[in-house]
């Protein structure tokens, strides 16, 4: 096999996820009275980019062989702290975003320390230190409230040129500076191994530790970034449960959706990006269609169970029946 | 079948009765319950008078019976979260049919219970048959479920009130002094220690935790168990709906949110493993009492929410790193 080939193998999950969404968009926009149209787009892109980024942050994790059920949390924390600090002066404004940025890279780095050093098991490790977060926020905003710097709200989520959204070109921004950097250096390669087979990782002599620890750190402050943006958007900071729970869910459904697998060692970040624009375009979908809202939540479930059964097709490769239980 | 299974099971059953008496994280957790209630104590001798205590139990006695099902699936090594959506929707289901006239009031208990079990089934059949994760799975039914629901309720509480024989099942007394919740749970959780410890489908939950090809191999079906025993964790779940739906005469939208993490904390908190095929039903008991207790002394002085979360959170994270550590890697 040539080069390229090796290549499309190892995107295929990658780019049945960006086909799923391009076919889903444009029968969206089809049907959307206002037709494909800057705003359109933007508004679309606006709502899909907050998933992208938590989706991201999941994958990195997902990679590993972990997963991490506090991303969501991590999201409405930093949501929560950006409505306090993200205000005043130009040079306040940056120092803020540089504290929740930074906040979300402490509570990811603290997931790694349970984790690696803990050595728990990251589903119930993430979950009690979702809680923590959860809790922290509701410090930070016992009711919804706050405010953000109006200008920069407006300039990151407006357009540029009249056409491309900003917050598309931040998602791009940030795909090329942390995720490509991160799974073309050695940590990165190394995250892949582990997923792949620990022991054999170990064997080789890859840095698991450090691999893992930037896998939840940089998950900590993707979904920072997240949250930052979702307070762009709703210029005030709100300590819902209910949406920590929901960013969380859909993160790994549209990792799933995105060919990120499960269990470890395959798929890629920019497969999760496009899983969450998918799952997004899907949940508006019913909208064009003109189907009851009440719809939707049973909608979204169906097509993620689909997505879950067909992930299970491979079985009927299986000549050996003790490849059933991996 | 036969050949292999009694080896095993003797084997088993000589470390069990060896581990029960000394198995640190149930007596950890035992011991966290008296320092708990002695601490406590101090502040308001309240707690410690048998009306607190009875009180306590009651509640218990829900998060027992959500947490018995969710041990027999983690006792796998597999998890299930779609708790939240399978007691809402037992509860939801069954005061729907209790407002059916007579018949429906009769039904009302066994049909709550038997939609969890379905749902419990698809869950078990999409991870022993189709070997999807079942993390991924039970959230893909959990999501469904809770779209059924919505479409069914229209977004709303519904306004259907449960069956006296619910209500009755809950809150009343057959014994004196001794709440109905706590007989039932009583009752669930001898039939889990029997099922656990005593039958060919326990003994098969443990050998598949511990490794499921090795089950295999000695001739366990073991993608049926796994589909039974996320059956049973579904129509448990759906019980413990239908008694809350009892205790609070109705179904509430997400009445089932508050119950996925206390009981996955209940259930490793008592000493199973995470891993699966390793854990007794009493640290189970233990683990549920703790967490009880834990929220409702939070509750009683008057600790904001925000600092209940965080201080739950952080006491999961240090119980389980006193015992609940996986092995270093070394090969």
Same mark, same amino acid.
């Given at each position: 096999?040539?080069?390229?080939?090796?290549?499309?193998?190892?995107?295929?999950?990658?780019?049945?996820?960006?086909?799923?969404?391009?076919?889903?968009?444009?029968?969206?926009?089809?049907?959307?009275?206002?037709?494909?149209?800057?705003?359109?787009?933007?508004?679309?892109?606006?709502?899909?980019?907050?998933?992208?980024?938590?989706?991201?942050?999941?994958?990195?994790?997902?990679?590993?062989?972990?997963?991490?059920?506090?991303?969501?949390?991590?999201?409405?924390?930093?949501?929560?702290?950006?409505?306090?600090?993200?205000?005043?002066?130009?040079?306040?404004?940056?120092?803020?975003?540089?504290?929740?940025?930074?906040?979300?890279?402490?509570?990811?780095?603290?997931?790694?320390?349970?984790?690696?050093?803990?050595?728990?098991?990251?589903?119930?490790?993430?979950?009690?230190?979702?809680?923590?977060?959860?809790?922290?926020?509701?410090?930070?905003?016992?009711?919804?409230?706050?405010?953000?710097?109006?200008?920069?709200?407006?300039?990151?989520?407006?357009?540029?040129?009249?056409?491309?959204?900003?917050?598309?070109?931040?998602?791009?921004?940030?795909?090329?500076?942390?995720?490509?950097?991160?799974?073309?250096?050695?940590?990165?390669?190394?995250?892949?191994?582990?997923?792949?087979?620990?022991?054999?990782?170990?064997?080789?002599?890859?840095?698991?530790?450090?691999?893992?620890?930037?896998?939840?750190?940089?998950?900590?402050?993707?979904?920072?970034?997240?949250?930052?943006?979702?307070?762009?958007?709703?210029?005030?900071?709100?300590?819902?449960?209910?949406?920590?729970?929901?960013?969380?869910?859909?993160?790994?459904?549209?990792?799933?959706?995105?060919?990120?697998?499960?269990?470890?060692?395959?798929?890629?970040?920019?497969?999760?990006?496009?899983?969450?624009?998918?799952?997004?375009?899907?949940?508006?979908?019913?909208?064009?269609?003109?189907?009851?809202?009440?719809?939707?939540?049973? $909608?979204?479930?169906?097509?993620?169970?689909?997505?879950?059964?067909?992930?299970?097709?491979?079985?009927?490769?299986?000549?050996?029946?003790?490849?059933?239980?991996? | 079948?036969?050949?292999?299974?009694?080896?095993?099971?003797?084997?088993?059953?000589?470390?069990?009765?060896?581990?029960?008496?000394?198995?640190?994280?149930?007596?950890?957790?035992?011991?966290?319950?008296?320092?708990?209630?002695?601490?406590?104590?101090?502040?308001?001798?309240?707690?410690?008078?048998?009306?607190?205590?009875?009180?306590?139990?009651?509640?218990?006695?829900?998060?027992?019976?959500?947490?018995?099902?969710?041990?027999?699936?983690?006792?796998?090594?597999?998890?299930?979260?779609?708790?939240?959506?399978?007691?809402?929707?037992?509860?939801?289901?069954?005061?729907?049919?209790?407002?059916?006239?007579?018949?429906?009031?009769?039904?009302?208990?066994?049909?709550?219970?038997?939609?969890?079990?379905?749902?419990?089934?698809?869950?078990?059949?999409?991870?022993?048959?189709?070997?999807?994760?079942?993390?991924?799975?039970?959230?893909?039914?959990?999501?469904?479920?809770?779209?059924?629901?919505?479409?069914?309720?229209?977004? $709303?509480?519904?306004?259907?009130?449960?069956?006296?024989?619910?209500?009755?099942?809950?809150?009343?007394?057959?014994?004196?002094?001794?709440?109905?919740?706590?007989?039932?749970?009583?009752?669930?959780?001898?039939?889990?220690?029997?099922?656990?410890?005593?039958?060919?489908?326990?003994?098969?939950?443990?050998?598949?935790?511990?490794?499921?090809?090795?089950?295999?191999?000695?001739?366990?079906?073991?993608?049926?168990?796994?589909?039974?025993?996320?059956?049973?964790?579904?129509?448990?779940?759906? $019980?413990?709906?239908?008694?809350?739906?009892?205790?609070?005469?109705?179904?509430?939208?997400?009445?089932?949110?508050?119950?996925?993490?206390?009981?996955?904390?209940?259930?490793?908190?008592?000493?199973?493993?995470?891993?699966?095929?390793?854990?007794?039903?009493?640290?189970?008991?233990?683990?549920?009492?703790?967490?009880?207790?834990?929220?409702?002394?939070?509750?009683?002085?008057?600790?904001?929410?925000?600092?209940?979360?965080?201080?739950?959170?952080?006491?999961?994270?240090?119980?389980?790193?006193?015992?609940?550590?996986?092995?270093?890697?070394?090969?």
């Amino acid at each position: 096999m040539t080069d390229w080939r090796y290549w499309l193998a190892r995107q295929r999950g990658t780019i049945l996820a960006a086909a799923i969404f391009l076919v889903m968009f444009i029968l969206y926009t089809s049907r959307h009275p206002a037709g494909f149209s800057a705003n359109v787009v933007q508004t679309a892109a606006n709502k899909g980019v907050l998933l992208a980024f938590v989706a991201m942050a999941q994958a990195l994790v997902v990679i590993t062989a972990g997963i991490d059920l506090s991303v969501g949390m991590i999201f409405v924390l930093t949501n929560c702290l950006a409505s306090w600090i993200v205000y005043g002066t130009p040079l306040q404004t940056f120092a803020g975003v540089i504290g929740v940025l930074a906040t979300g890279l402490v509570c990811g780095a603290i997931n790694g320390l349970i984790v690696i050093y803990g050595r728990l098991q990251p589903i119930v490790a993430t979950i009690a230190s979702g809680a923590v977060f959860y809790g922290l926020a509701l410090a930070l905003r016992p009711q919804p409230g706050g405010q953000v710097n109006d200008g920069l709200a407006e300039a990151l989520t407006g357009r540029v040129f009249g056409v491309v959204p900003v917050s598309l070109l931040v998602l791009l921004a940030v795909v090329l500076v942390v995720w490509v950097p991160f799974s073309r250096s050695v940590t990165g390669r190394a995250a892949y191994a582990v997923g792949s087979s620990e022991t054999a990782a170990y064997m080789t002599g890859l840095p698991i530790q450090r691999a893992k620890m930037a896998a939840y750190t940089l998950a900590g402050l993707l979904s920072a970034i997240g949250g930052l943006f979702v307070t762009f958007f709703t210029a005030t900071g709100d300590a819902a449960y209910a949406s920590g729970n929901i960013y969380t869910l859909y993160s790994i459904a549209a990792v799933v959706l995105g060919g990120v697998s499960l269990y470890g060692g395959s798929g890629s970040a920019v497969g999760a990006v496009f899983g969450a624009l998918a799952f997004r375009t899907i949940g508006d979908l019913l909208f064009v269609f003109d189907f009851d809202p009440l719809w939707q939540p049973l $909608f979204q479930g169906l097509v993620l169970l689909l997505a879950v059964c067909l992930s299970s097709i491979g079985l009927l490769r299986v000549r050996n029946r003790l490849e059933w239980f991996g | 079948m036969t050949d292999a299974v009694p080896t095993t099971l003797s084997l088993r059953r000589m470390f069990g009765r060896k581990l029960a008496g000394f198995d640190p994280a149930v007596l950890t957790s035992f011991g966290c319950i008296v320092v708990l209630l002695m601490a406590s104590s101090l502040y308001s001798s309240n707690f410690l008078s048998p009306a607190y205590l009875l009180q306590q139990l009651k509640v218990a006695s829900f998060l027992g019976i959500i947490a018995t099902g969710m041990m027999l699936v983690i006792l796998l090594g597999q998890i299930d979260l779609s708790v939240p959506w399978t007691v809402a929707a037992g509860a939801m289901m069954s005061c729907a049919l209790a407002a059916q006239g007579t018949t429906g009031q009769v039904l009302a208990i066994p049909f709550g219970i038997f939609c969890g079990a379905l749902i419990g089934l698809f869950n078990g059949f999409g991870v022993g048959y189709l070997r999807i994760p079942s993390m991924i799975v039970t959230l893909a039914t959990n999501a469904v479920t809770q779209g059924l629901m919505v479409v069914y309720t229209g977004g $709303f509480s519904p306004q259907d009130s449960a069956s006296k024989s619910m209500h009755w099942l809950a809150t009343g007394f057959l014994v004196p002094g001794v709440p109905n919740a706590v007989l039932v749970w009583g009752l669930v959780a001898a039939g889990a220690v029997f099922t656990l410890n005593r039958t060919v489908f326990g003994r098969a939950i443990y050998a598949i935790g511990n490794r499921e090809r090795a089950a295999y191999l000695s001739g366990i079906d073991t993608r049926r168990v796994v589909m039974m025993a996320f059956a049973i964790s579904g129509a448990l779940a759906a $019980f413990g709906g239908v008694l809350l739906a009892g205790y609070a005469s109705k179904a509430a939208q997400s009445m089932g949110d508050a119950y996925l993490l206390p009981a996955i904390a209940a259930v490793v908190l008592g000493g199973t493993s995470i891993l699966g095929g390793r854990g007794t039903y009493l640290g189970t008991v233990a683990g549920v009492i703790l967490i009880t207790l834990l929220q409702s002394i939070l509750s009683v002085l008057q600790i904001p929410e925000f600092g209940r979360q965080i201080i739950y959170g952080v006491v999961i994270l240090a119980m389980l790193l006193l015992y609940g550590r996986g092995a270093k890697q070394r090969q």
